[in-house]
């Protein structure tokens, strides 16, 4: 993204974010990482992701399960469950109505400037 | 995976870390572990060895553990543990492990010579002591490892304040077992005191095999084996009257003080080996 995102701002869809993530395929830590930065969030501290993710499997919206990795020792992957599901398409549904209210006002604020 | 299996691999793991990343990861491992005693340490375990292994395979993409992890360790660190579930029994595991861990050092040697009552009181306010003692030292090693390295004080200061803290703190548990009376006396000599040895021996052994990562280190456990052995030996009728001359009252001296010298040596040739495996 050419812009940096206030923190304020990406703590509030960082947990729509990673499920969204997880769903097009489950990940361990760095993994998703990885993806964070593909998608443009690479100035998002990755050492957040672990309590954010320790907070989700507290809430049961993904689980874990132990694979083995690519050359290296078993990782703990993440995989969004039912309710994980639930609460993204719930997150995408609440972002595509405040998308639509941010883009009126957006046009707004330009046809008055 | 059990607990100790976890530390094991987090062990085998963490050489493989370079120089500024390890020192990164090195403080977050302190921090988290002094901080998480009524933790599932199962889960904080698990939590440490993910990190670990997410900031090699960083290190193996040329990302530094502080970039890739952010500025504020400790941040993610306090966040990170209140998420994970509380566990009272972790907490009095660590306790116990202090309490009679202590015990095992400080009173077993004691009964290598029989004769005198042994003031059992005295011990066990001392390991009562010690442990609270100890469990401050290491929660305040934990709270100040962020500080310690923003201090502007030298760094052999801050080294010699901490070694004089540690030590300020420590004295009284082992002055407790010299001055302290109490009622609490009981002589084990005969038969008695061998039971209480074997007692004290099956004790370890359950620690030994419950707790691979405590705080007994194989000279130390040397020390009290061997002054468990010495303590049964001189009770036996067949060699109880070697105390009452001097010839065996010198034998058992040179004794003690042979065991003494393998322990330290033991210690230090472990000190050595341990440097050396930092160093590579």
Redesign the interface.
């Known amino acids: 993204m050419a812009q940096t995102i206030s923190s304020q701002l990406l703590k509030g869809f960082l947990q729509g974010i990673l499920l969204a993530i997880l769903k097009r395929e489950p990940n ?3 993994g998703i ?1 990885q993806e964070m930065n593909r998608i443009g969030l690479g100035q998002v ?4 992701i ?2 954010l993710l ?2 989700m499997e ?1 809430r049961g919206l993904i689980q874990g399960e132990s694979r083995p990795s690519e050359g ?2 078993d ?2 992957y993440y995989l969004p469950t039912a309710d994980g599901l639930d609460a993204m398409n719930d997150f995408f549904g609440q972002w595509q109505e405040l998308e639509q209210t941010m883009q009126l006002m957006i046009d707004g604020a330009k046809h008055e400037g | 995976m059990k607990v100790e299996d976890l530390i094991e691999r987090n062990n085998d793991l963490r050489p493989g870390l370079n120089k500024e990343n390890k020192e990164f990861y090195d403080d977050f491992l302190v921090y988290v572990r002094t901080t998480s005693w009524l933790k599932d340490d199962i889960q904080v375990e698990e939590q440490l060895l993910a990190i670990l292994q997410d900031i090699l395979e960083a290190q193996k993409n040329g990302e530094s553990a502080r970039d890739y992890f952010g500025q504020s360790p400790k941040l993610v660190a306090d966040n990170l543990l209140k998420k994970l579930p509380n566990d009272g029994v972790s907490f009095a595991k660590i306790i116990l492990y202090t309490f009679f861990g202590y015990l095992a050092i400080t009173f077993l040697p004691t009964m290598t010579v029989p004769g005198k009552p042994i003031d059992i009181g005295a011990y066990v306010v001392s390991a009562m002591y010690m442990t609270m003692a100890i469990l401050l030292i290491v929660r305040t090693i934990g709270t100040l490892v962020y500080r310690y390295k923003a201090s502007k004080l030298a760094g052999w200061l801050k080294n010699v304040l901490g070694i004089l803290a540690g030590m300020l703190l420590l004295f009284p548990a082992f002055a407790m077992i010299y001055w302290l009376k109490t009622p609490v006396r009981i002589n084990l000599d005969g038969t008695l005191g061998i039971f209480v040895i074997i007692l004290f021996l099956l004790g370890l052994a359950v620690y030994n095999k419950t707790a691979k990562q405590g705080f007994l280190s194989k000279p130390v456990f040397f020390y009290i084996i061997f002054s468990a052995i010495i303590g049964i030996l001189t009770r036996l009728p067949i060699l109880s009257g070697m105390l009452e001359n001097k010839t065996g009252q010198i034998i058992l001296a040179v004794l003690i003080l042979l065991a003494c010298f393998i322990s330290t040596g033991m210690l230090m040739w472990q000190a050595h080996r341990d440097k050396k495996d930092d160093d590579q």
């Not at chain 1, 501290?45 to 957040?48: C, D, E, F, R």
């Open positions: 361990y830590g760095y990482a501290p990755k050492g957040t672990y309590p320790a907070t507290k290296g020792p990782r703990k």
